[in-house]
């Protein structure tokens, strides 16, 4: 994998800014119909720094 990012790289040049400028028009993605058996579990929303505190105490 390693090889063909470095080749990808070396042939299409990394342009940190347009990925910066792509990811900040990013939108979450919207509503989402979930499936008859799907629909008992509660999905949430968290930010890295919920799961590091996690990570840090443990799950209790």
Known sequence: MREALEA????????????????????????????????GYRVGRASLADFDRLLEQGAS
């Open 8 to 39: 990808g790289l070396a042939e299409c040049g990394f342009d940190e800014l347009a990925i910066r400028r792509s990811l900040a028009a990013a939108q979450p993605p919207g509503a989402v119909t979930m499936p008859g058996p799907l629909r």
